[in-house]
C-alpha cells in the first residue's frame, strides 16, 4: 500500500500533460495491467493513465494476473505496474519471478509502484526490482508516469517499427 504518497503535484500534472499533448498518438489504445490487492491506492494515477488513452485493467492477486496475461497472449500488455507487497508479502516479486520462469516467459516489462517507509527497506526493494530486470521501483507518481510514458512510447516504436526521430 501506499498511503502516504499523496496524489501527483500540479506540476506533475502539468509537466506530464505537455508531453501527452505532443505525444498522445503514441499512448491511446496501449494496455496496462496494474496490479495491486487496494485498486483504490491508486485512481488518481489510473484516472492520468486513462486520460491518456491508455487502456488500464486491474487484478488484486499474483495469481490473477498471471492468468490474465497468460489469456491475453494475442492481445498483450504492454507494461505491468505492481505494488511490491500483498497482505504482508512480497508479491510483486513471485509475480516477477513467475512471468520470467522458463515455463511463462511472459515479455511484459514490469514496474513496481509502492510506499515503504523504511528507506533502507526500499532501497533493499530497489536492487531486487532490478535484479527482476523491472524497470524500476518507486513511490514517486512522477516517476511512475515517467516511466509509464516512456514504456507505451517504447512499445507503440515496437509495434510500429517506426524510426521517428524522438
Given amino acids: 500500500s501506499k498511503q502516504g504518497m499523496g496524489k501527483p503535484s500540479s506540476e506533475d500534472v502539468q509537466e506530464v500533460t505537455t508531453l501527452i ?25 489510473r484516472e492520468i493513465l486513462t486520460s491518456w488513452g491508455a487502456d488500464v485493467q486491474t487484478k488484486r492477486t499474483t495469481d490473477e494476473a498471471l492468468t490474465e496475461l497468460r489469456n491475453k497472449k494475442e492481445t498483450s500488455y504492454d507494461l505491468v505496474i505492481s505494488d511490491w507487497f500483498r497482505k504482508g508479502k512480497p508479491e510483486g516479486k513471485r509475480l516477477a519471478e513467475a512471468m520470467h520462469s522458463t515455463e511463462e516467459k511472459l515479455e511484459t516489462p514490469i514496474l513496481f509502484y509502492f510506499f515503504a517507509g523504511d528507506p533502507n527497506l526500499f532501497k533493499s526493494i530497489k536492487g531486487e526490482a532490478q535484479s527482476l530486470q523491472a524497470i524500476g521501483a518507486t513511490s514517486s507518481p512522477r516517476e511512475l508516469l515517467r516511466w509509464t510514458f516512456a514504456e507505451l512510447v517504447r512499445a507503440f516504436l515496437r509495434d510500429t517499427k517506426t524510426n521517428l526521430a524522438l
Avoid: C, M, Q
Fill in 21 to 45: 499533448k505532443t505525444f498522445s498518438p503514441y499512448v491511446a489504445g496501449r494496455r496496462i495491467l496494474w496490479v495491486d490487492n487496494e485498486p483504490s491506492n491508486n485512481h488518481l494515477e
